[in-house]
Structures are given as structure tokens and as C-alpha cells.
């Protein structure tokens, strides 16, 4: 530390030392004695020179002041070496004013200089090491105070929490740690505690599913307490509750889903068994009596287009049956199912659609198939009502082990993030349940959107679907 820039050293801290002495300490009083006895050696030799053996220098005693002065500054700093210094002055003062030079005051005025300059520069060294080491014990016990206070909560902890090294060894565990992972868990790997083939480092934020049904998001932190061997503290946060109300949130979702095409199924039927038949055969029964004779001409042509508007809301009691259920979907698959979507699209409005399958098209599971055709129904449906698009893009890709579907417009485009909280908006209701379908599938939907350039939606589902509600149970962990 360097004395010159330290705050400590000013005027006034250096005034404070010294009108401050340890005056309550006996070896400081020991000190001053011992400078009086010195004091008054030198006053003897000067006054009685032939007393003295001429081989002995006059200014011997002088110098000897530094012992006293040097011991002052080692024991109490700044303080002790001002005080035992200005003491010194003081009882020297009456040799200095002895008559005919017998004091030796030009010797004893460059001795005191030198005296002087050594308990201010040893002095304030002294002061400058005691405050440096005043300041690392202070830093010590606060560092101390810092592991009591971290070890108390670690061990009044209630999530287990256990502290690995550098290897990913365990080397502490509070008592929830070793409930839950067991006795013996300091000293194992911790990839051997959980799994052999997880990476510590990148635990955090991740889920295990351990021995009894509960889950854990672990937390992994890199603990400073010592610098050369820096050690990470993981933790353990039940979160069994939260993945259970997020289990039966999904499963009911689910449910939802499921109900709705079942609704969807049955009222297809009906629509397709009695309401269109019933047209049909209604639009069959004008056809014969407008062909019977003697039926005026007018009333002829009144029958016929009553025969046309029965058969017009025939094919659309038709087209609605297709929308709810495509019986191609079941039939055909996938892509006979979308085939018919984007021609129905494309006959219906002004947009021109466009499907392009790439990858060997293969049937999937019933819940992958409808999942993907939702998405895609539900798209083109939005970009025609709201975007006012020209031209609609779908493109189907049967990957390796999952099905990546995107739909393009060239649209209006719009605002995700208001969409999203605006939820009167068709199109954000749309979006919301498109994604959670794939989340139900254990895929993912992303939707990218710029006003005035259009939207993109893109699904990927995986071929073979994780079941919706997990058991929690086995002694092997699970990651999430």
C-alpha cells in the first residue's frame, strides 16, 4: 500500500495520532522512562565531561534515541513514535541552552533532524502496515461472517443443494441433498449420481424426474469462494406441483381437442347422412315434377332453380362435412387430405395455392396426421380472411423422424405481440391453438410475421409422440 495516496494519511489523521497517544499503556509509560534515563545521561556528560572516559563520543547518547523512538513506532505506530518523539524534544530542551556550547546544540540539533525524520518515515510505515493488516483481518472475518451466514443457510436450506469441484465431484451436501440422493452422495461423480451421460454444465435450467415421483428444476452456479479451485453449488427446486398442474393443463387440453373432433366426426356424419341426403333427394324430386307435362312453363323454371339452390347448398352442406372431418384424411392420408384443402382454397377465392411435398411420403400415426392438417386448415383460413393475400405456400417435408410443415403469404402480415393480447382477434385465437397442438404432438410452432411482406407459420411434429401425462416413477432420473 502506498502511505502518499492512502486516505488515512492526511493532516488531520496525522494530527489525530498524535494528540492521541496510548498514555493507558504501561509499556508505553516504560518507553518514556527509558528516553529519561537516556535524556538524562547526556545532560550528566555534558555537564561533567572529565567525569567521562574520552573515548566515548558525545553524540553516542543522542543516537541512541532511536532505539526507544524505533521500539515506540513498532508498538504503536504513528502515535506512539510522534509522542515519544516530541517527549524527547522536551526533555532535551534544558542541554540544548546550556552555556559555552556545552550541550553540543549544532550536533545534537542534526542528530534530533535525523531522529525525527526516522519516527516520522518509520512511524508512518509502522502505521501504514497496521492499517494494511487492520484491513485484511477486518476482509478475513467479514469473508468468515460470509461462509457462516452462507453455511447456515445452506444447511437450514429446504431444496437440496450440494456443491461439486472442478472433476464434478461432490464435495458438500446439506441434509435435504443427502435425503433425497442419499447418504453416501459426497464423494460420487455427480454425473454418476444422476446420470452417466449428462453434462454438469448445462443442468441449468433443466428437469429430473428422480425416485419417488417428484420432479426438480435444477440451478447450477459457480461459487467464488476460492479463486483456485472454483467449485459449482446445484440445486434442487421441487417443481412437482407446478408439472402436475401443468400435466393435467395438457392432459385437459388434450381432452378439449379430442372432443372437439369427436364433435367434429359426428357432425360431419350427420351432416353427410341426413341434411345432404335430404337435399339431394329434394333437388331430385323438383327435377321430376318440372319435367312432368302439363306443368306450366313457369312454374317449370321456378322448379329448376329451386332445384339448383337445393343442389347448391348440397355441395356446400358437402363442403362444410369435408372441413370438419376430410374423410381423405382417414382414407388416403396426409397429403391426399391437404391436396383436396389447398384446391378447395384455390376454387374458393382469388389466391392462388400452391402444396409441394418433398421427402418419401408415408402414412403417420391418426393424431400426427389431424395435427398437421389443423394447422395447415387453420392458416390458409386465416390468410384468406385477414391477410388479403395473392399468393399461398405449402410445403410438407417428411424428415428423417419428424414432419416439417410451412405455410407462406405473401399478406398484410401483422403485430405478434398484439395479436397475441388482443384475444377477440381471430387470428391470435388461431395461432394460440395451432401451438398448442403441436405441444401436444412434442413439437413446436413458430410464427414469423412482418407487416406488409406476409407470414410464415412453421410446424414440426415429431413421428412418434410423447405421451402427454408422465408417471414420474423409476429410479433411473428423467431429463427435460
Same mark, same amino acid.
Do not use: K
Given at each position: 500500500?502506498?502511505?502518499?495516496?492512502?486516505?488515512?494519511? +492526511?493532516?488531520?489523521?496525522?494530527?489525530?495520532?498524535?494528540?492521541?497517544?496510548?498514555?493507558?499503556?504501561?509499556?508505553?509509560?516504560?518507553?518514556?522512562?527509558?528516553?529519561?534515563?537516556?535524556?538524562?545521561?547526556?545532560?550528566?556528560?555534558?555537564?561533567?565531561?572529565?567525569?567521562?572516559?574520552?573515548?566515548?563520543? +558525545?553524540?553516542?547518547?543522542?543516537?541512541?534515541?532511536?532505539?526507544?523512538?524505533?521500539?515506540?513506532?513498532?508498538?504503536?505506530?504513528?502515535?506512539?513514535?510522534?509522542? +515519544?518523539?516530541?517527549?524527547?524534544?522536551?526533555?532535551?530542551?534544558?542541554?540544548?541552552?546550556?552555556?559555552?556550547?556545552?550541550?553540543?546544540?549544532?550536533?545534537?540539533?542534526?542528530?534530533?533532524?535525523?531522529?525525527?525524520?526516522?519516527?516520522?518515515?518509520?512511524?508512518?510505515?509502522?502505521?501504514?502496515?497496521?492499517?494494511?493488516?487492520?484491513?485484511?483481518?477486518?476482509?478475513?472475518?467479514?469473508?468468515?461472517?460470509?461462509?457462516?451466514?452462507?453455511?447456515?443457510?445452506?444447511?437450514?436450506?429446504?431444496?437440496?443443494?450440494?456443491?461439486?469441484?472442478?472433476?464434478?465431484?461432490?464435495?458438500?451436501?446439506?441434509?435435504?441433498?443427502?435425503?433425497?440422493?442419499?447418504?453416501?452422495?459426497?464423494?460420487?461423480?455427480?454425473?454418476?449420481?444422476?446420470?452417466?451421460?449428462?453434462?454438469?454444465?448445462?443442468?441449468?435450467?433443466?428437469?429430473?424426474?428422480?425416485?419417488?415421483?417428484?420432479?426438480?428444476?435444477?440451478?447450477?452456479?459457480?461459487?467464488?469462494?476460492?479463486?483456485?479451485?472454483?467449485?459449482?453449488?446445484?440445486?434442487?427446486?421441487?417443481?412437482?406441483?407446478?408439472?402436475?398442474?401443468?400435466?393435467?393443463?395438457?392432459?385437459?387440453?388434450?381432452?378439449?381437442?379430442?372432443?372437439?373432433?369427436?364433435?367434429?366426426?359426428?357432425?360431419?356424419?350427420?351432416?353427410?347422412?341426413?341434411?345432404?341426403?335430404?337435399?339431394?333427394?329434394?333437388?331430385?324430386?323438383?327435377?321430376?315434377?318440372?319435367?312432368?307435362?302439363?306443368?306450366?312453363?313457369?312454374?317449370?323454371?321456378?322448379?329448376?332453380?329451386?332445384?339448383?339452390?337445393?343442389?347448391?347448398?348440397?355441395?356446400?352442406?358437402?363442403?362444410?362435412?369435408?372441413?370438419?372431418?376430410?374423410?381423405?384424411?382417414?382414407?388416403?392420408?396426409?397429403?391426399?387430405?391437404?391436396?383436396?384443402?389447398?384446391?378447395?382454397?384455390?376454387?374458393?377465392?382469388?389466391?392462388?395455392?400452391?402444396?409441394?411435398?418433398?421427402?418419401?411420403?408415408?402414412?403417420?400415426?391418426?393424431?400426427?396426421?389431424?395435427?398437421?392438417?389443423?394447422?395447415?386448415?387453420?392458416?390458409?383460413?386465416?390468410?384468406?380472411?385477414?391477410?388479403?393475400?395473392?399468393?399461398?405456400?405449402?410445403?410438407?417435408?417428411?424428415?428423417?423422424?419428424?414432419?416439417?410443415?410451412?405455410?407462406?403469404?405473401?399478406?398484410?402480415?401483422?403485430?405478434?405481440?398484439?395479436?397475441?393480447?388482443?384475444?377477440?382477434?381471430?387470428?391470435?385465437?388461431?395461432?394460440?391453438?395451432?401451438?398448442?397442438?403441436?405441444?401436444?404432438?412434442?413439437?413446436?410452432?413458430?410464427?414469423?410475421? +412482418?407487416?406488409?411482406?406476409?407470414?410464415?407459420?412453421?410446424?414440426?411434429?415429431?413421428?412418434?409422440?410423447?405421451?402427454?401425462?408422465?408417471?414420474?416413477?423409476?429410479?433411473?432420473?428423467?431429463?427435460?
Amino acid at each position: 500500500m502506498n502511505s502518499s495516496t492512502d486516505p488515512d494519511f +492526511t493532516h488531520r489523521s496525522i494530527i489525530e495520532r498524535i494528540v492521541r497517544p496510548p498514555i493507558t499503556d504501561l509499556p508505553f509509560w516504560i518507553i518514556q522512562a527509558t528516553v529519561l534515563v537516556i535524556v538524562g545521561v547526556h545532560y550528566f556528560v555534558d555537564l561533567h565531561p572529565s567525569l567521562v572516559n574520552s573515548s566515548l563520543p +558525545t553524540g553516542v547518547p543522542v543516537a541512541v534515541l532511536v532505539i526507544p523512538i524505533g521500539y515506540a513506532a513498532l508498538r504503536y505506530g504513528l502515535a506512539g513514535s510522534a509522542a +515519544t518523539t516530541i517527549w524527547t524534544l522536551i526533555l532535551w530542551l534544558p542541554d540544548l541552552m546550556l552555556p559555552h556550547d556545552e550541550g553540543h546544540a549544532g550536533d545534537d540539533l542534526l542528530n534530533f533532524a535525523i531522529i525525527i525524520l526516522v519516527a516520522v518515515i518509520f512511524g508512518r510505515r509502522i502505521e501504514t502496515e497496521r492499517l494494511t493488516q487492520q484491513r485484511i483481518d477486518e476482509a478475513a472475518a467479514r469473508t468468515l461472517a460470509i461462509e457462516a451466514g452462507y453455511r447456515r443457510l445452506f444447511e437450514s436450506n429446504r431444496s437440496p443443494i450440494v456443491v461439486i469441484d472442478e472433476r464434478g465431484v461432490v464435495t458438500d451436501a446439506n441434509p435435504a441433498a443427502t435425503g433425497l440422493l442419499g447418504a453416501a452422495v459426497v464423494g460420487r461423480a455427480m454425473a454418476a449420481v444422476l446420470d452417466e451421460d449428462l453434462d454438469i454444465g448445462s443442468l441449468s435450467g433443466r428437469v429430473l424426474s428422480l425416485a419417488g415421483g417428484h420432479d426438480y428444476r435444477l440451478d447450477v452456479v459457480t461459487l467464488l469462494l476460492d479463486a483456485s479451485a472454483p467449485r459449482r453449488q446445484i440445486t434442487f427446486e421441487d417443481i412437482t406441483e407446478e408439472r402436475n398442474e401443468e400435466r393435467r393443463a395438457r392432459q385437459f387440453a388434450q381432452q378439449v381437442i379430442q372432443v372437439e373432433e369427436d364433435q367434429r366426426r359426428r357432425l360431419a356424419r350427420e351432416l353427410h347422412d341426413e341434411p345432404l341426403q335430404l337435399f339431394l333427394h329434394l333437388a331430385r324430386r323438383l327435377e321430376t315434377l318440372g319435367n312432368t307435362g302439363g306443368v306450366p312453363e313457369t312454374v317449370a323454371t321456378g322448379l329448376a332453380e329451386t332445384r339448383n339452390q337445393a343442389l347448391d347448398a348440397a355441395a356446400r352442406l358437402r363442403s362444410l362435412a369435408r372441413d370438419l372431418r376430410p374423410p381423405a384424411l382417414d382414407q388416403l392420408g396426409l397429403v391426399a387430405a391437404l391436396s383436396s384443402l389447398v384446391a378447395d382454397v384455390d376454387d374458393e377465392g382469388s389466391e392462388s395455392t400452391q402444396l409441394s411435398v418433398q421427402g418419401s411420403p408415408t402414412r403417420l400415426s391418426s393424431d400426427v396426421e389431424l395435427g398437421a392438417f389443423r394447422i395447415v386448415q387453420e392458416s390458409l383460413r386465416n390468410a384468406q380472411r385477414h391477410a388479403n393475400a395473392h399468393h399461398l405456400r405449402v410445403n410438407v417435408e417428411f424428415q428423417e423422424a419428424a414432419l416439417h410443415v410451412t405455410i407462406v403469404d405473401d399478406g398484410t402480415g401483422f403485430d405478434q405481440r398484439r395479436a397475441i393480447r388482443s384475444e377477440g382477434e381471430s387470428p391470435s385465437l388461431g395461432i394460440v391453438g395451432m401451438r398448442e397442438r403441436a405441444r401436444l404432438l412434442g413439437g413446436s410452432l413458430t410464427v414469423r410475421s +412482418t407487416a406488409g411482406v406476409g407470414t410464415v407459420v412453421e410446424a414440426t411434429l415429431p413421428f412418434e409422440t410423447r405421451p402427454t401425462v408422465a408417471n414420474g416413477t423409476g429410479s433411473v432420473p428423467r431429463v427435460s
